[in-house]
């Protein structure tokens, strides 16, 4: 996706659509830290999978 902003800004030359490119490429890269931060842990021999905000409220 960040590629589509890319080229409309290598395209167009306009900050405006660097800025959409800069905005997409953080989003991504939160996005990322949060699915990264998904666990799996091991409960009575059982895999569970713990998302960030359960991790959050325990």
Same mark, same amino acid.
């Not at 030359?13 to 998904?38: A, F, H, P, S």
């Given at each position: #996706? ?5 080229? +409309?800004? $290598? ?5 405006? &659509? ?9 989003? #991504? ?5 949060? +699915?990264? $931060? ?5 409960? &009575? ?14």
């Amino acid at each position: #996706m960040e590629e589509k902003y890319w080229k +409309r800004f $290598m395209t167009s030359g306009r900050i405006e &659509d660097y800025l959409y490119y800069r905005g997409m490429k953080v989003c #991504m890269g939160i996005m990322r830290k949060y +699915r990264d $931060m998904e666990t799996v842990l091991a409960v &009575d021999g059982r895999e569970k999978k713990t998302s960030v905000s359960e991790g959050f409220l325990n």
